[in-house]
Nanobody, 128 residues
């Protein structure tokens, strides 16, 4: 089993920055892909950024150029850091870290196929 834990959420004013952290533990040999999704009230869960099973990084269209996913150098395979800059009101959501065997296309990651393990989520609130 894989255990995924997020940290770093909070409240920030529009234009500000936050950094989220995620670490996986347990049977981490089962992880090929790892990254972030978010869900705003009344909306479906959407892809934010992740490392694919082939080692690429992919981003949702709404965060490109503002958010950056990276690894913790102390534990690169089992961590995912999300630096969020130029935050907008529309970025308010619960952010979930996910990990799993991965899948074969951007579209399937958008629908979180192959992402079997999820954290409990961390709230990010952007205020005006």
């Amino acid at each position: 089993q894989v255990h995924v834990v997020e940290s770093g959420g909070g409240q920030v004013e529009a234009g500000g920055s936050l950094r989220l952290s995620c670490a996986a533990s347990g049977s981490t040999h089962m992880i090929n892909a790892m990254g972030w999704y978010r869900q705003a009230p009344g909306k479906s869960r959407e892809l934010v950024a992740l490392f694919t099973h082939s080692g690429r990084t992919i981003y949702g269209d709404s965060v490109k150029g503002r958010f950056t996913i990276s690894r913790d150098n102390a534990n690169p395979k089992n961590t995912a850091l999300l630096q969020m800059n130029s935050l907008q009101l529309e970025d308010t959501a619960v952010y979930y870290c996910a990990a799993g065997r991965g899948c074969s296309s951007f579209r399937c990651y958008e629908q979180y196929y192959g992402m079997e393990y999820w954290g409990e989520g961390t709230q990010v609130t952007v205020s005006s």
